[in-house]
């Protein structure tokens, strides 16, 4: 697994980080443009919206939070326990911060990639998302939605995730150039 956190600049290599910002300095917009975070905040407006609407929440109280990432899945060995993603979890324990947890796929279940889709845990059955290239999928982030990721078996899955807060002090700024 490797992931991209488009905030701070942080991109997994292996077992360690390197800062793309940092690295690629002023060529930095070699790499990014202005219209690439221009759509990433179209995105996560509408994402935000959204959520607000189905939960019946305003999305003036809810806050991006991080860490906000592209997330790159395939079926390479694991080199951290971090590149485990297949182990159940619940966001708001793994992060603390995140009260709702957005998936936009990009990529498709069964034609980019095998295994790799998102499972809820529930003690009467699973239920199982298939990732599909523009799905947005959405949900509360505490420990009513254990769930994981079955291993990615050939391909390549890619993801984005976007998280919010109700709490003021853990939210952020999109990210800028």
């Not at 790159?72 to 324990?93: C, L």
Request: proline letters at 3%; glycine letters at 8%.
């Amino acid at each position: 697994a490797s992931i991209l956190d488009l905030h701070s600049g942080a991109l997994s290599m292996g077992k360690h980080f390197v800062n793309l910002y940092r690295y690629f300095g002023d060529k930095i917009q070699d790499i990014f443009t202005e219209e690439d975070f221009a759509l990433y905040r179209d995105v996560r407006q509408r994402i935000q919206q959204k959520i607000a609407q189905t939960f019946g929440i305003s999305s003036s109280s809810m806050y991006l939070t991080k860490p906000t990432f592209f997330s790159r899945i395939n079926s390479t060995e694991a080199k951290t326990t971090h590149d485990e993603y297949w182990h159940p979890h619940v966001d708001k324990v793994t992060y603390g911060s995140f009260d709702y947890t957005s998936l936009l796929y990009l990529s498709d279940y069964s034609e980019d990639f095998g295994g790799g889709r998102f499972v809820f845990m529930d003690a009467g059955s699973n239920k199982t998302v298939e990732p599909q290239a523009g799905r947005v999928s959405f949900f509360t982030s505490g420990s009513e939605n254990l769930h994981r990721v079955e291993k990615v078996h050939w391909g390549t899955r890619y993801a984005i995730t976007i998280s919010f807060t109700c709490n003021p002090e853990h939210g952020i700024g999109d990210p800028v150039l």
